[in-house]
Every structure is written in C-alpha cells, then in structure tokens.
C-alpha cells in the first residue's frame, strides 16, 4: 500500500514501527445495533512506519488479524524509497526474520529492537542483536534504551492516538471497495495535516 510520495531528503530515514487492531464495520456490527445480537467481531492489524524526524507515516500496511509484526516488516520497507539510518521497534518484533528484511535492503541501517530477556548470544560472528546484549547486560535495559535512542519509539505510539483519535478505530469496508483503501487515506489525512505543523510542548516548572 504506497503512500503518495514525499519530500526528497538526502539524509537517511529513521523508522519507528509498530501495529494496532482496528475493528471492521461490517454486517456483524450491523446486526448489533439493530438487533441487538452479538456477533463475531471482526479485526484488522494496521501496521505502520513513522519517520521519526518529521513524524509522518512513511508506509502503512493492513493485514488480517493473526499476521505477526514480524512479517509485516518486509512489505513496510519495500514501501521506502532512499536510505534507512535505523528501524526501531519493541519486543514483538525480535527476530532474525526482522533483522534479515532490514539487511537485506538497507545493510547499513541499524536495527533497535529490545531483545528477549531469554535471548542469548549467537555462536557465529557477533550481530547487532549481540551488541544489545551486551550493552544490556553492562548497563540495564534502562541504559541500553538511552543509549541506543529506542525512547523514540513512543512516536509511533502516538501515531497510533492520532489515527485512532482523528480517523478512527474501525474501517468501513461497506462504504469503501478495500479497507487498505480507506487506511491509507487515514494515513494521507493525518500526514497532511502533520506538515502544518506539529504542537510544541513546553514545560512548566
């Protein structure tokens, strides 16, 4: 699912990934307001990649609900043009299918992704997953998070508020051809109104 292209930058792209279920409005649903039946609910996984610098959606992609974040990966980066500096994403997706997508179309690119506390070292060369093992284990996952820049994450987080707070928290299939359809307008909405300007928190003593 493309996302209408953006503002050439020369500088690699820092990815912030992350999912959320979005209920589908469909004859189930219909039937609960009308009759008051219950219904099997339906679900989607909307998963998203956030440009940490300018906070926009930079791929967007819907899939049933049972898909892993992991496999959601590669179709999010087959959907960024130009260079990847890092992706970063939270435990779910700690995996060597995660670090394997990554490598393969962006090697340079770092991967920030916390690992498992049941995770152990590699009996190969040392990877980037190692790495974090080992600044874990010499500083806390507390200090690993400081200094690798996985608090940023929280971006996408709140990417998620906003699509759920302004577009919505369901999608409506009867209305539209394709649900995909339908989230990458939601994902259009919010970055057009994120290249307005975003709010500037301050802090009050």
Do not use: F
């Not at 959907?79 to 670090?99: H, K, L, N, R, W």
């Not at 179309?105 to 049941?118: E, F, G, K, L, Q």
């Not at 539209?176 to 300007?197: D, F, H, Q, W, Y």
């Amino acid at each position: 699912m493309i996302l209408p292209e953006r503002v050439e930058r020369k500088e690699p792209l820092h990815l912030l990934v992350d999912s959320t279920g979005i209920k589908i409005y469909g004859e189930g649903e219909w039937l609960d307001q009308k009759h008051g039946v219950r219904s099997c609910r339906r679900w989607r996984k909307l998963h998203l990649a956030v440009d940490a610098d300018t906070h926009e959606i930079a791929a967007v992609e819907l899939t049933p609900d049972d898909v892993g974040d992991v496999s959601a990966v590669a179709d999010l980066l087959d959907q960024i043009e130009g260079p990847v500096g890092s992706m970063t994403g939270d435990g779910a997706y700690d995996g060597q299918v995660v670090y394997d997508a990554v490598a393969k179309r962006h090697p340079d690119a770092a991967v920030i992704i916390p690992p498992r506390s049941t995770a152990v070292s590699s009996q190969t060369a040392s990877t980037q997953r190692d790495k974090h093992l080992e600044t874990i284990a010499r500083h806390g996952r507390i200090g690993w998070q400081r200094s690798s820049g996985y608090c940023r994450r929280s971006l996408v987080e709140t990417a998620m508020y906003r699509y759920k707070t302004i577009i919505g928290r369901r999608l409506h299939p009867r209305t539209l051809p394709n649900p995909k359809t339908e989230a990458k307008i939601g994902c259009n909405v919010l970055n057009r109104m994120t290249s307005l300007g975003m709010p500037v928190s301050v802090r009050v003593n």
